[in-house]
Every structure is written in C-alpha cells, then in structure tokens.
C-alpha cells in the first residue's frame, strides 16, 4: 500500500516568503508528526497532531511555523517570512495510535526547504 | 528532559567485521529506545526497538540502564549495512510517542 507522502520534495524560497509544506499520512493513522532535520543533525519533533487536534506544538520554533490537520488526514505545515535558519528537511511520520503502547512511526520522503 | 548522544559521526569497518554502533541517552521515567535507519536515498525508517528483543538483518541492541546505553551490533558486517543510523528514544504518552533522536552515525562498509 502507499506510504507517507510529502510535497512538494524540494522548495526554494527567497528569504521572507511564505511557504507551504503537505503531507498525506497513510489512510486510517490517527498521529501525524512533524520533525524538522537540519543539515548533519537528527531530526527534532516540531508538532503532534491526533486526528484534527493539535495537542503538541511545544517544538514549534517560532509563531511563524504553522500547522493544521482540518479533517484528520492531511496535514499542512506553514512557515511565515522564512528566514535561512529554516533551511532543513522536513519530515512527517504517521502511526496508528492506542495510547497503550508504542506504535510504529512510517516516514514521508521529507520535503527540502531551501531559503536564500 | 531526554537527550540521545551518538559519539561517532561517521564509522568505517571491513566487510565481514564486527559493528557497534554507540548511543547513550539521558531520560526520566521509562524510555523506550529504538534504531532507526536510512539507507541511501530511501525515507527513515525503523529498524529495531528495545521492547521486541528482536533481531534484524543481523544487528541486536541492549538495553543497558545501568550506563543508559543502547549500543547496535552486528557480528560480521555487510556492505548492503552501509546506511545512516539514529539512535532515538520516546515515552509512551497516550499516541503523542514523540521521539528524540541522536544526531545520527554513518556507517561505511569497505568491501
């Protein structure tokens, strides 16, 4: 079946532009994640979302990165007036959630932002 | 607050020669821990958790409280083991299983 899949894989923003970034979790995951990977780094948790709730925005880097979940399956991350410090890879992951144990998280391909 | 250290940023080892991957961690409550791995140009993806006690293509991790280590092995390397490999830990928090991570070695098997 289909993973995770993000888009788009590559973005080039010139510094101070807005900019979108989609993931599309697999079908019937209740959590979505979004970490951040900077160059020679592992990835940071940025935010958490279970089905349409936000309920962990506590990586969230400043109020210009923004993200949402509306009806529990596609999620948008938005980062206003980027800046080069935002230059990273992007990831998000889904799993199933039960609250009662560990579930595997499945990665998208990320997105790479590039901000000049 | 967790933290996860990976020492070696880059490891080269023969082929056919042992493997140990470093990870130590710093936590409270009860972590779990975990491999992730990323093979070239694939997404991350994981590879074994502590709790399963598992093997996988032929690496095993201990869980070592005492010295908050969780090191990866592998008797006799592979090329096909070249790869980058996080260390990465989560506490179970009712679906909100964020994991922290370590900042990755790359491993290099030379044939």
């Known amino acids: 079946g289909a993973g995770v899949s993000q888009s788009p894989r590559y973005k080039v923003a010139k510094r101070g532009q807005d900019v979108a970034l989609r993931c599309d979790p697999i079908?019937?995951?209740?959590?979505l994640f979004w970490y951040q990977q900077a160059l020679g780094q592992g990835p940071e948790f940025l935010t958490y979302?279970?089905?349409?709730?936000?309920?962990?925005k506590s990586g969230l880097p400043s109020d210009r990165f923004f993200a949402e979940r509306p009806e529990g399956s596609v999620s948008t991350l938005k980062i206003q007036r980027t800046q080069q410090e935002d230059s990273a890879v992007y990831l998000c992951?889904?799993?199933?959630?039960?609250?009662?144990?560990?579930?595997?998280?499945?990665f998208g391909p990320g997105t790479r932002l590039t901000v000049l | 607050a967790q933290r996860v250290t990976q020492p070696e940023k880059l490891l080269s080892v023969f082929k056919g020669a042992p493997v140990e991957l470093k990870c130590n961690y710093s936590?409270?409550?009860?972590?779990?821990l975990f491999w992730y791995v990323q093979y070239s140009r694939q997404r991350l993806q994981l590879l074994l958790r502590?709790?399963s006690r598992e093997s996988i293509k032929g690496f095993t991790a201990d869980l070592n409280k005492g010295e908050t280590s969780f090191h990866l092995k592998k008797p006799f390397a592979q090329e096909e083991d070249s790869a980058m490999y996080y260390c990465?830990?989560?506490?179970?928090?009712?679906?909100?299983?964020?994991?922290?991570f370590g900042t990755g070695t790359r491993l290099t098997i030379i044939p």
């Open positions: 992951a889904s799993s199933l959630a039960s609250g009662f144990s560990y579930n595997e998280q499945f």
């Open positions: 936590y409270s409550g009860s972590p779990e």
């Open positions: 979302f279970q089905n349409e709730a936000q309920l962990d």
């Open positions: 990465a830990l989560t506490y179970l928090n009712f679906g909100n299983e964020k994991l922290t």
């Open positions: 079908s019937g995951h209740v959590s």
């Open positions: 502590h709790i």
